[in-house]
Nanobody
Framework: QLQLVESGGGSVQPGGSLRLSCAAS????????IGWFRQAPGKEREGVSC????????DYADSVKGRFTISRDNAKNTVYLQMNNLKPEDTAVYYC???????????????WGQGTQVTVSS
């Protein structure tokens, strides 16, 4: 059974940066595509970014293109989301998710972490 744990969330001012980590245990992360999702209070969950199991392909929501970068280190069983130039509208709980067959921003992933809070406010 794959288990995912997110970390790296926190509170930052607009224009600041955070790097989220998604650490996997139980099975090699290299078997899985990974997606990052977020959910703000009162809003639906939104796909932010995803990366194939090899890291060769990545995708981003239009709202974060040019500001967020997804990467992975399969040797460390970890996927990262570097978030730069953060905006108040990026405030949400961020989740990572994994799937051995599915890839995309639509949320159809089998395994989910518990989430980490990101708050962007002055």
């Amino acid at each position: 059974q794959l288990q995912l744990v997110e970390s790296g969330g926190g509170s930052v001012q607009p224009g600041g940066s955070l790097r989220l980590s998604c650490a996997a245990s139980g099975l090699p992360l290299g078997y899985y595509a990974i997606g990052w999702f977020r959910q703000a209070p009162g809003k639906e969950r939104e796909g932010v970014s995803c990366i194939t199991n090899s890291g060769g392909t990545t995708d981003y929501a239009d709202s974060v293109k040019g500001r967020f970068t997804i990467s992975r280190d399969n040797a460390k069983n970890t996927v990262y989301l570097q978030m730069n130039n953060l905006k108040p509208e990026d405030t949400a709980v961020y989740y990572c998710a994994a799937d051995s067959w599915h890839y995309g921003l639509d949320g159809e992933y089998d395994y989910w972490g518990q989430g980490t809070q990101v708050t962007v406010s002055s």
